[in-house]
């Protein structure tokens, strides 16, 4: 029973292992970053537990109705992770539901009436809990060796790892080199065309005044999972995949076969057939597993992993890493973070604050390395939670900030990056593209319990447009393109600029209203 109890306490992390969808995102091998610290966690719950049980057993507390009260005040934690886990697997959006104003009051009201009852019958209410508890043990066995076979025991730790990187190519420098940066969840709307007032972005001002702008970009999706691959072949993605830590299965439209993303040729292949070194630091993707043939520089973080299987960017010891899953529970408890003066959302937004200012070191090197010819950075800003405070300024776990405090924050990062290239003396040869993998999706966001009333005042436009600014050497003035057109060009275009076939903003014209001809035919 002991064990049970337990293994309740984290049985959201043993539901998603279950269901098999975390491993391709997961950066390290979940059997020990994960599943191990958790199995100590339990271990450790169910000896205080027993210890506890063993002390009331032989003491005057054994017939007592207090040792049968506090045992029912802990099962909060059990039973409230256990919501966690099923709402997990709920086939029905519940969304709307936990928004809803009366959601809380009401659930709060039914959690009295519960404790109430259990008061005052606290021996039969314990009694019951106990054998709750011992005959869930036929479906937490299911659910554990469900958990061992879609993941934990399915791949062996060396599909985890980076793979070998491309050799670097010697010969002269290139003429033209390309820095290609992809802001996560950077919406066109808000950064130019409907900017809400008082939102300071000047190194994007900047940009705009000097690059080729374009004022009705989209995306070739309005996921990461589906835009990154699909910008990165050149060519429409409408759904992936995971298959594997090591393997993401692409489908294109309809009546295609679907392909590993890693099996087909991409724009840092047919770069460095032009002779060119490429780079990359981005997020989400497992980018070292699936495109370091193609790479001689690769640097990139996962995101944070869905609740229960969460694992930390810095590496740990199994004492910080129980600690870490112990804390991460906590916080995820039903009406625990609706408390004044609690957040949940505390850890993710300082692991994230991490794993962005590992990024940006990197991002800095890389852009700033005349060896490399082409180079994608794909940064984890301004897409939510939000980690910076444009008031302070500087990144914050625990202030209300939002979205706009996220878009301050690349416009910082641009800053920063436009600097380090400045400084290496390589501007005068280097093109810049800026864009997004996908605008604001509002539709998704407004549901989370951090949306601040800043952001549904600047969500009431459509955000789906992404930016994109082409920024040659030299230039000096603004070139404003107006018809629409899919970001899924951006890989022909930069081909076509390491060729020396797009020189000036109205080659780049050219080629984007060529790609659309024949995207069309």
């Known amino acids: 029973m002991c064990l049970a109890f337990a293994t ?21 091998d979940p059997l020990y970053a994960v599943a191990i610290p958790v199995l100590c966690c339990e271990a450790l719950i169910a000896l205080a537990l027993l210890a506890a049980w063993e002390v009331c057993r032989h003491t005057r507390f054994q017939n007592s109705r207090v040792p049968h009260l506090l045992f029912l005040g802990s099962c909060f934690v059990p039973f409230g992770i256990a919501a966690v886990a099923m709402l997990s ?14 959601f809380w009051p009401v659930l709060l009201a039914i959690t009295v009436i519960l404790v109430a009852i259990a008061a005052a019958r606290p021996l039969r209410a ?45 010969g002269p420098l290139p003429a033209v080199r390309v820095i290609w940066i992809i802001f996560d969840e950077l919406s066109q709307t808000i950064a130019y065309t409907g900017r809400p007032a008082g939102l300071d972005l000047p190194n994007l001002d900047r940009l705009k ?6 004022t009705a970009a989209t995306s070739p999706a309005n996921a990461t999972a589906l835009s990154m691959p699909a910008l990165i072949m ?23 076969t679907p392909f ?41 973080t996962a995101g944070w992993l869905l609740s229960g299987v969460e694992e930390s960017f810095e590496a740990q010891s199994l004492p910080q890493a129980m600690w870490f899953h112990l804390k991460l529970q906590v916080a995820v408890l039903p009406l625990l973070g609706h408390l004044p003066g609690v957040f949940p959302g505390i850890y993710e937004r300082e692991d994230k604050a991490r794993r962005f200012e590992y990024m940006m070191d990197r991002a800095r090197d890389i852009v700033s390395d005349r060896s490399i010819g082409l180079a994608l950075v794909h940064l984890p800003v301004p897409h939510p939670p939000a980690i910076y405070s444009r008031s302070t300024p500087s990144t914050s776990a625990t202030a209300k900030i939002g979205y706009l405090d996220n878009v301050v924050l690349a416009d910082r990062a641009l800053g920063d990056l436009r600097r380090a290239l400045d400084h290496s003396g390589l501007a005068g040869r280097t093109v810049i593209i800026v864009s997004a993998d996908h605008g604001w999706r509002t539709f998704l966001w407004r549901r989370s ?73």
């Open 89 to 102: 697997v709920s086939p029905i959006d519940v969304a709307p539901l936990i928004l809803n104003p009366h």
């Open 260 to 300: 590993s993303w890693s099996s087909v040729p991409n724009v840092f292949d047919q770069a460095r057939q032009l002779g060119m070194n490429t780079a990359l630091v981005g997020w989400d993707h497992p980018y070292g597993r699936l495109l370091n043939r193609s790479l001689i520089k690769c640097f990139w």
């Open 126 to 170: 314990s009694r019951g809990a106990c054998r709750l508890f011992l005959y869930s043990w036929p479906v937490l066995a299911i659910i554990l060796f469900q958990a061992g076979r879609a993941t934990l025991f399915r791949y062996p730790t060396s599909a985890y790892a980076d793979g070998p990187l491309a050799a670097p190519i010697d």
């Open 209 to 214: 005044s000097e690059s080729l702008y374009a």
């Open 449 to 521: 319990p951090g949306w601040t009333r800043e952001e549904e005042v600047a969500s009431h436009q459509d955000t789906s447009g992404v930016p994109f600014l082409v920024n040659f050497p030299h230039q000096a003035s603004s070139v404003v393109y107006t018809k629409p057109f899919n970001t899924l060009i951006t890989s022909r275009l930069i081909l076509d600029i390491l060729r020396g076939r797009v020189q000036t903003p109205a080659d780049a014209v050219k080629t984007i209203q060529n790609a659309q001809n024949d995207s069309r035919d």
């Open 8 to 28: 309740w306490c984290f049985l959201n992390t043993w539901v998603e292992y279950a269901q098999g969808r975390t491993a391709y995102f997961a950066h390290n």
């Open 234 to 256: 050149g060519r429409p993605v409408t759904n992936v995949a995971p298959r594997a830590p090591n393997d993401l299965r692409v489908m294109g439209p309809a009546g295609s």
